[in-house]
């Protein structure tokens, strides 16, 4: 057995209703050993007192159960998006907020790449820009010889130049779901959803598996999570190969790397398949890197207009979306999944999404019976009580995009759902009213990863205007600390080990400045993180 150390605090929220606040936690060989005051662990042999968090108030490491372990990676490319960000080293890249500030931001980026070198950017979204659609015309005035593709903040979305067109083969001739044509007839460079990017990102070499599995990017990815407290997090479309293994296992297995990470295997086809691929990396498990789970990707943005919705559908009368995966093969992989006993995690933003998900988990779940599955409806954004009903009565789980209310709630209102819908879009309040066992979270990068500000969101409801977007749905601090907790540990079938400072479970922490518990709500998001502790080892920033 290893040493003791007794950790002391200003206060610790435990997230144990058997003792929901404390002064010192005890860890050896990385658990923790006993939770309560100086001498809680003194019966069981020598103590070292550690006062290193005497300053700080101390809550379980928070669980982000929806980001991507490309987040802390794209920022090799151009970021073009409308909100300040900041990157993994720190820096702030300040937004860009008109159409005439993205060509001009992108023009400088272009200037640092060789002459042959493609520009990619990400981060953009048209929906904050008054001005006319970006197009291949836009950003020819780039470069009409440089192969130009920016990706769009849901990373549904993509706009290229007439170089990039030519390159994909894309002209007047083309017949693809995703390829938008203009009144001339020829494609305006808008790129919608995966059949219709692919071509791009190909012959552009933008590779999301490449982008998450380099030892550089996985570590970016750590740093991104211990500068918001994070000390488990998810990579939810992951592409991993069995040759990834051993770098990703490398960079996860040294002593001080702070996260737990828990990829989810991306599918959209062939179910026997990706139900072999899922058990065989399961075997590979260790504790920092979670294998097994699978990520079904349905439809689209709702931002984006390529969400699936129910009636009565968009408000400007766009044509209903786009399947990512069609109904039919939902069911299929759904079915094929559920009898292997492989969690799914599966992307819903529309509400009509939603409905063909559930009717494809309750007919798996009549033919294949499963009480413990912990399947999870990801996104969310649109179920109204009928839809979370039914997930609670089959036992599903939801993990529901606050952020989208501060980031594009007024934009929904105005412009894709409409205020009415807009008001109970990313229903929390319901959902824990029916039942549901519920995480909230980022998406990271679609928006950043920090945990407090998606409980801020959850809690105030407040949209980037300044308004309160759907008061009726507001939950408490309390409850929203949860999610962020507790809630999304069982998501993710971990709150056995992580999620409250309890004895017996993984010394995984995050350090704050404040006591999130005691700040108005409206300073949820402010209060300050000082680091995280993970497996008992000290990370401070």
């Not at 190909?202 to 211990?226: C, H, M, P, V, W």
């Not at 599955?373 to 039914?390: I, K, S, T």
């Amino acid at each position: 057995m290893g040493s003791i150390t007794v950790f002391k605090a200003k206060k610790i929220i435990t997230m144990d209703v058997n003792r929901p606040e404390a002064t010192h936690v005890a860890v050896r060989d990385g658990e923790i050993l006993a939770v309560g005051d100086a001498s809680c662990a003194d019966q069981w042999g020598a103590v070292q007192h550690d006062d290193t968090l005497a300053h700080a108030v101390i809550m379980p490491g928070f669980v982000e159960g929806h980001a991507h372990m490309m987040a802390g990676a794209m920022w090799r490319y151009a970021y073009a998006g409308y909100h300040d960000r900041v990157d993994p080293a720190g820096k702030l890249w300040k937004g860009l907020t008109d159409a005439d500030a993205v060509i001009a931001g992108l023009k400088d980026y272009a200037n640092g790449l060789a002459p042959d070198e493609p520009l990619i950017g990400w981060g953009f979204d048209p929906i904050f820009l008054a001005s006319e659609r970006l197009s291949a015309k836009h950003l020819d005035q780039i470069s009409s010889t440089r192969p130009i593709a920016i990706i769009y903040s849901n990373f549904h979305l993509m706009c290229v130049n007439s170089a990039a067109l030519e390159l994909a083969g894309f002209d007047a001739t083309t017949n693809a779901e995703g390829v938008i044509k203009g009144p001339d007839g020829n494609p305006t460079g808008e790129l919608q959803e995966m059949a219709a990017m692919f071509p791009i990102m190909r012959r552009l070499n933008i590779d999301f598996r490449g982008l998450s599995q380099e030892q550089s990017a996985i570590k970016a990815y750590a740093e991104t999570a211990r500068r918001v407290g994070v000390t488990t997090a998810t990579d939810l479309y992951s592409q991993m190969e069995d040759e990834d293994l051993d770098a990703i296992k490398a960079v996860t297995n040294a002593a001080d790397f702070p996260l737990r990470i828990v990829p989810a295997l991306g599918a959209m086809a062939d179910p026997k398949a990706i139900a072999d691929k899922a058990a065989r990396l399961a075997a590979h498990s260790t504790d920092k890197l979670r294998l097994g789970a699978v990520k079904l990707m349905t439809d689209g943005a709702i931002q984006g207009w390529t969400a699936r919705v129910k009636s009565p559908g968009y408000v400007g009368g766009q044509p209903n979306g786009i399947w990512n995966t069609p109904p039919e093969m939902i069911h299929a992989l759904v079915d094929e999944l559920h009898s292997r006993g492989i969690q799914m995690h599966i992307h819903v933003n529309g509400d009509e999404a939603a409905e063909v998900t559930l009717n494809a988990l309750e007919g798996a779940m009549r033919k294949h019976p499963w009480s413990g599955h912990r399947h999870v409806l990801q996104h969310c954004q649109m179920m109204g009580r009928a839809l979370f009903e039914r997930a609670a009565e089959m036992g599903v789980c939801c993990n529901i995009f606050s952020n989208h209310i501060y980031y594009f709630g007024d934009k929904h209102a105005a412009f894709t759902i409409g205020e009415d819908r807009a008001q109970r879009m990313d229903a929390c309040r319901t959902a824990l009213d029916t039942g549901v066992n519920i995480a909230i979270h980022s998406d990271a990068p679609v928006t950043p990863m920090g945990p407090l500000f998606t409980a801020w969101c959850a809690v105030n409801r407040q949209t980037i205007s300044g308004r309160t977007l759907g008061a009726a749905q507001c939950i408490e601090v309390s409850e929203a600390l949860f999610t962020i907790t507790m809630g999304a540990a069982y998501t993710l079938r971990l709150d056995g080990e992580i999620g409250s400072i309890e004895t017996g479970k993984r010394a995984d922490f995050a350090v704050l400045g404040e006591d999130p518990m005691a700040v108005e709500p409206m300073a949820l998001k402010d209060v300050p993180v000082l680091g995280t502790v993970f497996g008992g080892r000290v990370h401070l920033l």
